[in-house]
């Protein structure tokens, strides 16, 4: 039987996420996102859960680049489980989710703390597609009968 291992999650960071290198120069930035439950207990507020997210390479340089506290965020990935042994001698477990795409949610302009960050000076390019905002040109059928199938 084959076996899947995909996580999909929107939700806001807790905080500016930092990028580091590992000691062979490997782009890297762990962070945590909150993510709302959907449903309560009644009377009750519902919950948040904090799920940790590690991005490597490309997708820690984007995500440290262009993510802030507050912003909301898109993840896609897998479940990681990894453990260590801490000073102590004891034996940890770590469960974060390895993301392979990451995207925002929501317009720049509409991103809490928006108007905190100044610009780099680098710019995105414009698209603009009257043809596809046109109505589409469709051939009318006159007679149902005279279709084949």
């Not at 993301?99 to 928006?114: C, N, Q, R, T």
Request: some cysteine.
């Amino acid at each position: 039987m084959a076996s899947l291992n995909k996580v999909i999650l929107i939700g806001h960071l807790t905080a500016d996420p930092e990028l580091k290198q590992t000691q062979s120069g490997i782009a890297v930035t762990s962070f945590s996102i909150g993510v709302t439950r959907r449903f309560a207990r009644n009377g009750e507020q519902p919950t948040s859960d904090f799920i940790n997210i590690v991005a490597w390479r490309q997708q820690a340089e984007f995500v440290t680049k262009y993510f802030h506290k507050g912003n909301a965020i898109c993840i896609v990935g897998s479940l990681q489980t990894r453990n260590y042994v801490d000073q102590q001698g004891n034996k940890r477990y770590v469960t974060e989710v390895v993301a392979d795409e990451i995207s925002f949610v929501e317009k720049k302009s509409d991103a809490p703390g928006a108007h905190q960050y100044e610009p780099t000076g680098e710019t995105t390019p414009a698209f603009s597609n009257d043809a596809a905002n046109a109505a589409p040109n469709f051939e009318e059928v006159a007679d149902d009968d005279d279709l084949p199938f």
